[in-house]
């Protein structure tokens, strides 16, 4: 078997990992950690398209959203797609 036969298949894999599954692990990553920095005050958007803002961390896979004045709902932290607003922390 010529080794040169082996080239185009691992070419073809060196490939797929750099341009799909490198970037794609990036990108979950940055989503892990914006979903971990997560505070009361954050204005958020939901994959639902809904836009709130965090009354209250329950644990950590909850957060109390309020979507307009006395309406709250709770959203699982994962559907939290992008970060409008951060808090900023409070000076102990």
């Known amino acids: 078997m010529d080794p040169t036969q082996l080239l185009f298949p691992v070419l073809i894999l060196v490939i797929m990992y750099v341009f799909l599954i490198r970037p794609q692990q990036k990108k979950v990553k940055e989503h892990q950690a914006m979903i971990n920095a997560l505070r009361r005050g954050d204005e958020v958007i939901t994959q639902g398209g809904l836009i709130g803002k965090i009354t209250k961390v329950k644990d ?33």
Not at 62 to 84: D, F, M
Request: charged share 30%.
């Open 60 to 92: 950590d896979t909850e957060i109390e959203v309020e979507i307009a004045t006395g309406v709250k709902v709770r959203v699982l932290r994962p559907t939290i797609t992008q970060v409008r607003s951060k808090t900023q922390p409070a000076n102990d």
